[in-house]
């Protein structure tokens, strides 16, 4: 293990006047991961161009405190896939050969929970677990126990009611464990916790509060994954409701006689349908409801911030904040100027916002305008704590050591994708709504499987396809994908 690590912010890139000090083994960091779900790309304050309606001040926080990224990738556009590469440093179309939503995590891939255990840490996650299989079981490599970390209080599934958290509702609930249609007591490492009042966004903060301030005796690592603003997105505190001038909706009762589609009445999923789509609920109030949980989201990260500093470790915390995709058409997001969003790998499902933050030893309000990857959370971590990456398929590099020229590939079902500089290579067909997306969708110029070349730092929204007018570089990133794919799956 290295004794000194030092992290050099280029001058070029980042239009930064201070290297970054030596960092020394005896002051590794602690570090708090916080993930977020479905935010879009327009509803991060710090971003030049955001939409000014979406009140993030705190998320602002860190982009004064740190850097952001205005062109961030996750490796897919929906969460399970995505999140696993945010994990292990690799691009999970490695084992995931047909790029589904549940690749799952192999015995022989680590964590970032797993290096950083290793290495002295105590390590925590809080909230969102989600791997694609083997959902709300225990004993399993998918578990947040079974891959690094010491705690874990939260749910393995896509979603999670945010109010019915308790062990009666899920006794008098037919079906209270999908996927994406869950309620009940949250997982709480080998049992459960039941909790008869409060909402879930704040719970996971409170919880993250808690763990922040306990001792521990050496740095920990906390993974602090919300499921905001995924839906049920019009489940918010009343005061957002009042503030954005929107009424509250019933929340599910089993007792319900409301169906949709194949669902029984009396079902949450039945309920979960309803409200996870336009009918019930009209484009100008998911607006609406979407920003109240946002505000919720971000007044939450606030008093997460706000405890660090109360505790005195400011100074020490690197803090790394992501979405885990683009925002989805289905609930009031705005992706704009980018194309399309969650479920496709137009940019709108892919580029997200991040920011990374350490008081004293990042430089402060500082813009990377760079292609980087939620695969390279992993190694940065290890050159700031001076772990060797033992494992030789990493994907990602260091953040604050991008590569102009780097292949990143992008495989999702029937479509892929290839970015290389400035260039971006897809055949990407994203027209398989059932129902309407919401009137912030920015609909694709094409939707069919046919090769679409886009340059992307004049043409970020992906609006000029240049396929046509430039054969050879297509065939060159087409060589790139098919490189990439024949070298590294099924190598992991």
């Not at 997982?187 to 903060?205: A, P, R």
């Amino acid at each position: 293990m290295k004794n000194t690590i030092i992290l050099i912010l280029f001058f070029g890139l980042f239009s930064c006047k201070n290297n970054v000090p030596t960092v020394k083994k005896e002051q590794s960091p602690n570090i708090l991961l916080i993930v977020v779900d479905d935010q879009g790309y327009a509803d991060f304050e710090p971003f030049k161009n955001h939409d000014v309606t979406a009140e993030t001040p705190n998320m602002g926080t860190l982009a004064k405190t740190g850097t952001i990224f205005t062109q961030a990738y996750t490796t897919a556009p929906v969460c399970s896939p995505s999140r696993v590469a945010m994990l292990t440093g690799k691009n999970q179309i490695r084992w995931d050969k047909q790029a589904s939503w549940g690749p799952g995590l192999p015995d022989s891939v680590k964590t970032i929970a797993e290096y950083l255990k290793a290495a002295g840490y105590a390590t925590a996650r809080i909230g969102k677990n989600d791997l694609g299989k083997n959902f709300h079981k225990y004993d399993v490599r998918e578990y947040p126990l079974k891959h690094g970390y010491d705690e874990f209080l939260g749910f393995s599934a896509h979603a999670h009611d945010y109010w019915l958290l308790s062990q009666e509702i899920k006794d008098k609930t037919p079906d209270p464990e999908g996927t994406s249609a869950v309620l009940g007591p949250l997982m709480h490492n080998n049992g459960v916790k039941s909790y008869n009042e409060g909402y879930l966004t704040d719970i996971l903060t409170d919880e993250a509060i808690q763990y922040i301030q306990k001792p521990k005796g050496k740095p920990f690592f906390l993974t602090l994954a919300y499921n905001s603003v995924h839906h049920l997105i019009h489940e918010v505190p009343q005061k957002y409701l009042d503030k954005y001038d929107v009424k509250p909706i019933n929340n599910y009762h089993p007792d319900s006689l409301e169906t949709f589609g194949k669902h029984p009445a009396g079902s949450y999923s039945a309920y979960y349908d309803k409200y996870s789509r336009l009918g019930a609920i009209q484009d100008e109030d998911l607006r609406k409801y979407y920003l109240a949980n946002l505000n919720c989201l971000d007044d939450n990260i606030g008093k997460v911030l706000a405890s660090i500093k109360k505790e005195g470790i400011e100074k020490e915390t690197l803090i790394i904040f992501m979405s885990d995709n683009g925002g989805t058409p289905l609930n009031g997001a705005n992706n704009s100027p980018l194309t399309a969003g969650k479920y496709s790998i137009w940019e709108g499902g892919i580029r997200v916002p991040m920011a990374i933050s350490w008081p004293g030893k990042i430089a402060a309000g500082q813009v990377q305008n760079s292609y980087v990857s939620a695969m390279d959370i992993l190694p940065t971590i290890a050159s700031f704590v001076g772990i060797e990456l033992t494992d030789k398929t990493i994907d990602g590099i260091n953040l604050f050591q991008p590569e102009k020229e780097r292949v990143l590939v992008w495989k999702w079902q029937k479509t892929w994708a290839v970015r290389k500089g400035d260039w971006k290579l897809t055949n990407t067909n994203e027209e398989h709504w059932k129902s309407r997306p919401s009137n912030l969708y920015i609909k694709p110029i094409r939707d069919d499987f046919s090769l679409k070349l886009f340059n992307l730092e004049d043409d970020p929204g992906e609006r000029i396809d240049l396929s046509t007018q430039n054969p050879e570089k297509v065939k060159e990133l087409e060589a790139a994908y098919q490189n990439w794919c024949t070298s590294n799956i099924g190598n992991y």
